[in-house]
């Protein structure tokens, strides 16, 4: 029998540890994986392997839900005291709902789908987006998760400002562009989106224009795969914080950043139309990324 020693959660030869072997995979900035299997401290080759073997069985089964085939992966029958490490150590670090590809995922196209922005709602549509889940994260910052069951379309009653995630097993998830205009944010929030335009009045199936204001102090992260635009009535108010995160070509036209107000603006290209204000004692950086 082959002893696997994984380093301990509590403490190594008695003295505290502040993270484990396990952790070490899951919590990594730039390199962190979604979910880390394995024994608490003790594992062997025998039982460790049969639990590996299981596992993938219930992969196959058609059980990608993480937590689930961990937990029926224990179910394997073993014997000798091996059994009660083999079952009773072996943990899962990360979310038990993952549900991890069981195939080279696909790739939605814009094309594909279709995203209205209405006065007070969201309509989205497409080809080939039955049995999948939209999910809306809202100004307010709460979220909202709907399973499209077929290609009919879903009307959604929420902000039209809300940042929208389309997704299904073995697809990547689809982030279609983000339209925010006539909207004030008293919260700090993280967004992601593919492309974005923020402004008075950005999109031009609305009736509804309006500034977006920052205030209150929020620290608000806007990070883009795509092309951002910042036009006119984008304020940022004192104290508050606006970040621009984009991997191609950032536009500021129009917006203006209050004494006091910070924004930060880190992409492959940054353009500055003289329209943008920034007044004095305002903090402003622009960070192109290295190509």
Same mark, same amino acid.
């Given at each position: ?13 008695? @003295? ?14 730039? *390199?962190?994986?979604? !979910?880390?299997?394995?024994? &608490? ?10 639990? #590996? ?10 059980? !990608? ?18 059994? *009660?490490?083999?079952? /009773?150590?072996?943990? /899962? ?52 998760? @709907?399973?499209? #069951? ?16 389309? @997704? ?9 562009? /983000? ?22 009045? =950005? ?8 500034? =977006?204001? %920052? ?13 951002? *635009? ?18 191609? &070509? ?18 492959? #290209? ?5 329209? %943008? ?15």
């Amino acid at each position: 029998m082959n002893l696997i020693y994984n380093q301990p959660f509590d403490e190594k030869d008695g @003295y505290p540890i502040s993270i484990n072997f396990g952790e070490s995979f899951t919590i990594g900035k730039n *390199y962190g994986g979604v !979910a880390y299997l394995g024994n &608490t401290r003790y594992g062997y080759m025998d039982s460790s392997a049969k639990i #590996e073997k299981a596992f993938l069985t219930q992969l196959s089964l058609g059980n !990608a839900n993480v937590g689930i085939a961990e937990a029926y992966s224990k179910m394997v029958e073993n014997s000798g005291i091996s059994r *009660y490490f083999f079952k /009773l150590t072996h943990n /899962l670090l990360g979310d038990p709902e993952f549900m991890i590809w069981t195939q080279v995922p696909d790739v939605y196209s814009d094309a594909e789908i279709g995203v209205n922005r209405m006065d007070n709602s969201i309509y989205v549509a497409g080809c080939g987006i039955g049995d999948c889940v939209v999910s809306a994260y809202t100004p307010e910052g709460n979220v909202y998760k @709907y399973e499209m #069951e077929n290609n009919g379309g879903i009307n959604m009653t929420i902000s039209p400002n809300s940042a929208i995630m389309i @997704y299904r097993h073995n697809m990547i998830p689809y982030f279609p562009p /983000l339209l925010i205009q006539n909207q004030i944010y008293e919260k700090s929030q993280y967004l992601f989106a593919s492309s974005v335009q923020i402004g008075k009045f =950005v999109d031009s199936e609305r009736s509804s224009r309006g500034d =977006v204001i %920052f205030s209150n102090g929020v620290d608000f992260v806007i990070d883009a795969t795509d092309d951002v *635009y910042i036009g006119d009535g984008v304020i940022v108010y004192p104290e508050s914080t606006l970040i621009i995160k984009s991997k191609k &070509t950032v536009t500021i036209d129009g917006a203006l950043i209050k004494s006091g107000g910070k924004f930060i603006v880190e992409a492959s #290209e940054i353009r500055v139309q003289d329209s %943008f204000v920034a007044e004095n004692e305002a903090i402003i950086e622009f960070n192109p990324l290295k190509q």
